[in-house]
């Protein structure tokens, strides 16, 4: 019962936090225009200087040999300039049958090198993770990662501060986008490298832009698929003992308001979990700090 | 405190991605390519091009640019208005190229991720301002 109150205070208290933030940003006129096209992987696309994109990314499963769950990533994504966004991610879950938890941050920077678009467009990446074992939002798959991280009881006895780095490789050719990420993350304590990666491709529905105002015309619409897994450790490099998954992915962009993504998620080997269903929410706020500076 | 020496690689890293970002090119339409600047708008003809970009550019171009196009001050840098002689003059080509690869040490993105089509009907719209 202590235990319980304990978890619940703090989560009453994030809800609250959480609907103020989201009541502010919708007081603010909100378009879409740089969202990501997947869960996991990244595109080169980044985020438009000045906007703030606010975005809820879950996902939810149930893992063989543990609890349904529900995680979160509430992302604030910041186009710093032309070649420099910059994230913050706050992460929770909840399991059920035991307790909802917030799990850690992580603070990100991502930075084009090149200045004009290419081919492959090179995209660099880092990131500190300051999480706790309990975290389920599975925003990458790196290592040895299983289906017993995220079947294992929830547990803030360990604490997990990671640096990772990431190229990120991106095409755009005839309306299709084609991604691929190569991962490596370290533990700041004593352990081996961890590698992954993430591939994703998708497209508009149509390529062209109708003249009048709809709500479901196609180019509203984006389908793609992803794949991802991890790739080992520094002295166990390879696919054994890894998971992978793969998933399409459905964009609905509403004019004038959030986009919608799903994709159901389903593992490719023993590893992984069977089928785990992800959705995300997304905001973005054209020109933040102009608006809360009251320029027009 | 001592900085750990097993750290100092990834500032290094940090660094080294710094001095690339520094390293590129921020001119635009006087660093566009011959071959780019003569290429015709494959929907010169459409006679919904030009509305359709003005949705396009309402809901992407607008924050910045104003919604008539007429330029903004943000954050002390100016937005260009987009009625401007310099607009005017360039050629679809040069617009085309400026929207796929954006000036991004001048804070205009690249917009590459718009299928091309849609870049070209924004064109239209640019140059129905004029």
């Known amino acids: 019962m202590q235990i319980m109150r304990s978890h619940t205070i703090p989560g009453i208290k994030f809800c609250l936090r959480l609907a103020a933030v989201l009541t502010f940003v919708l007081m603010l006129q909100t378009s879409l225009c740089a969202q990501e096209n997947y869960f996991v992987t990244y595109s080169h696309q980044l985020e438009e200087p000045g906007n703030l994109e606010i975005a809820a990314k879950s996902i939810t499963g149930a893992p063989k040999g543990g609890n349904p769950f529900v995680a979160t990533a509430l992302e604030f994504e910041y186009g710093i300039n032309g070649w420099w966004t910059a994230e913050l991610y706050l992460d929770g879950q909840t399991t059920f049958n035991e307790s909802t938890l917030f799990t850690g941050f992580r603070i990100e920077n991502r930075i084009r090198p090149f200045m004009r678009e290419h081919w492959i467009n090179p995209v660099l990446y880092f990131e500190f993770e300051d999480l706790n074992s309990a975290d389920k939002a599975l925003l990458e798959v790196v290592g040895h990662d299983t289906n017993e991280d995220l079947a294992g009881r929830n547990s803030r006895a360990e604490k997990e501060r990671e640096v990772e780095l990431k190229l990120i490789l991106s095409s755009n050719f005839k309306g299709w986008n084609v991604s691929e990420n190569f991962i490596a993350e370290k533990n700041l304590g004593p352990s081996s490298w961890e590698f992954g990666y993430a591939v994703g491709t998708s497209r508009p529905l149509a390529l062209k832009v109708s003249p009048r105002a709809c709500n479901f015309c196609r180019e509203n619409f984006a389908l793609g698929a992803e794949m991802y897994g991890g790739l080992g450790e520094r002295h166990s490099f390879g696919l054994s003992e890894t998971s992978h998954y793969f998933g399409p992915i459905v964009t609905w962009d509403i004019p004038a308001g959030p986009s919608v993504q799903i994709s159901p998620n389903f593992g490719l080997n023993r590893n992984s979990s069977g089928f785990l269903l992800r959705f995300m929410l997304t905001y973005e706020i054209d020109q933040f700090v102009s608006k809360l500076r009251g320029e027009q | ?130």
Not at chain 2, 47 to 70: F, I, Q, S, T, W
């Open chain 2, 1 to 130: 405190m001592k900085f750990p020496a097993r750290y100092c690689w990834f500032v290094l890293l940090f660094l080294v991605g710094i001095a690339f970002a520094g390293a590129g090119d921020g001119g635009w339409l006087n660093k566009v390519p011959e071959k780019a600047r003569i290429r015709p708008n494959p929907v010169a003809d459409d006679l919904d091009a030009a509305a359709a970009g003005a949705k396009v550019y309402a809901k992407n171009c607008a924050a910045c640019h104003g919604e008539n196009a007429e330029g903004k001050l943000q954050r002390g840098h100016y937005r260009p208005n987009l009625h401007s002689n310099r607009v005017k003059q360039a050629t679809p080509g040069e617009l085309f190229w400026l929207l796929t690869n954006g000036s991004l040490r001048n804070g205009m993105p690249s917009w590459s991720h718009f299928p091309e089509p849609e870049r070209w009907q924004l064109v239209s719209y640019l140059k129905s301002l004029h």
